[in-house]
């Protein structure tokens, strides 16, 4: 069984994603570490990629300035050696299709393993192409995580039936990024995933205020926040572990 199951074994999972890099790889473990004292179940690692389809301005903006300051992948393993020292909660690794397979994708997977890494996800990888990925996580015991949207409407089954660590259930069409209010019918979109699957579900994009996490894990198993907590990195730079600490158990406390 993946390590990502125990996110989800002790009641609503807030999961928490970080830029790495932003604004440089010893604020991120610092900030990872934070976070995880004050709740964080899963930890989401971003690893920056030029052109970040997926992401508002908040993430890319933090991606671009990550690159600037010298982040490459293989500084990002080193960062996950390091925190895997004393961090024992799941991590993933949220990128694009491009980094894996520019880096060599059996070198990534296989890395991935080694230093720790529970999961993938891919949000520029369709469904029906996750073969390009899937056989080498399989071989290494990477979870391979899927997306599930508004958009996927007759392929929600699908999708649940094959999901492994968790169902990645984006809150929103349109790309990442904080929102006054969620209308997107997530309910029903659950209630599939959970008559085909036994996986727990978590629920992302446009997270930032306790109540919509509270909303949001009331009818699945957990929260997800990004650009919340990018926006937190980009104004308190190296200063903002600690802010990321209070953000997360004030987050955290809402879904108890």
């Not at 659950?190 to 205020?209: D, L, Q």
């Not at 009331?218 to 990321?244: E, F």
């Amino acid at each position: 069984m993946s390590n990502i199951a125990s996110a989800f074994d002790h009641g609503k999972a807030f999961i928490a994603f970080l830029t790495c890099g932003d604004p440089d790889l010893e604020t991120t473990a610092a900030a990872v570490r934070e976070a995880v004292q004050n709740g964080a179940d899963l930890i989401e690692l971003g690893i920056p990629f030029s052109d970040p389809t997926a992401e508002g301005p908040v993430i890319q903006e933090a991606s671009l300035r990550a690159l600037k300051g010298g982040v490459t992948t293989d500084k990002i393993f080193d960062l996950v050696r390091s925190l895997r020292r004393d961090v024992s909660v799941p991590m993933v690794f949220m990128t694009y299709a491009n980094v894996v397979y520019s880096y060599g994708a059996e070198k990534f997977i296989a890395l991935c393993r080694e230093t720790g890494v529970d999961g993938l996800i891919l949000p520029d990888l369709p469904f029906e192409e996750k073969e390009e990925f899937h056989p080498l996580c399989e071989k290494y015991g990477v979870d391979l995580i899927s997306l599930i949207a508004p958009t996927s409407e007759n392929r929600i089954s699908m999708i649940a039936r094959e999901a492994e660590g968790f169902v990645y259930i984006v809150s929103s069409l349109g790309v990442t990024g904080t929102r006054s209010e969620i209308t997107t019918d997530l309910e029903s979109i659950v209630r599939v995933v959970r008559e085909n699957t036994k996986i727990p579900c978590a629920v992302g994009f446009g997270i930032s205020a306790p109540e919509q996490a509270k909303k949001m894990a009331a009818v699945s198993d957990g929260a997800i926040v990004g650009s919340a907590i990018v926006k937190l990195t980009a104004r308190y730079g190296k200063d903002a572990p600690p802010y990321v600490g209070a953000y997360v158990k004030s987050m955290k406390e809402a879904l108890i």
